[in-house]
């Protein structure tokens, strides 16, 4: 059974910082891609960044230049560095990875539980 954990949400003032961890977790033989998502109330859930296993990078255009992903392959866990946070970035962030559990088996998309992320003052 694979789970996928995520950790590092909270309660932050605009311009402030926080860093998400993701970390996978059970029978996993492989990881392609990981990324974070975020879905904030009435609105649909939404690409973030993303990340591949070779460490290419894309973002959403909202975020370029404020957030980093970042990944530790040996650890099977994905982070996002989030600085100079906007009210409008406050969401329930979800993390996602694209695994195999077996050599035969094809990449699947996982998610975690989500993390809420509120930047009020």
């Known amino acids: 059974q694979v789970q996928l954990v995520e950790s590092g949400g909270g309660l932050v003032q605009p311009g402030g910082s926080l860093r998400l961890s993701c970390a996978a977790s059970?029978?996993?033989?492989?990881?392609?891609?990981m990324g974070w998502y975020r879905q904030a109330p009435g609105k649909q859930r939404e690409l973030v960044a993303a990340?591949?296993?070779?460490?290419?990078?894309n973002y959403a255009d909202s975020v370029k230049g404020r957030f980093t992903i970042s990944r530790d392959n040996a650890k099977n866990t994905v982070y996002l560095q989030m600085n100079s946070l906007k009210p409008e970035d406050t969401a329930v962030y979800y993390c996602?990875?694209?695994?195999?559990?077996?050599?035969?088996?094809?990449?699947?998309?996982?998610w975690g539980q989500g993390t809420q992320v509120t930047v009020s003052s």
């Open positions: 996602n990875a694209g695994l195999r559990v077996g050599v035969s088996d094809l990449y699947r998309a996982y």
């Open positions: 059970g029978s996993i033989f492989s990881i392609n891609a």
């Open positions: 990340i591949s296993s070779g460490g290419s990078t």
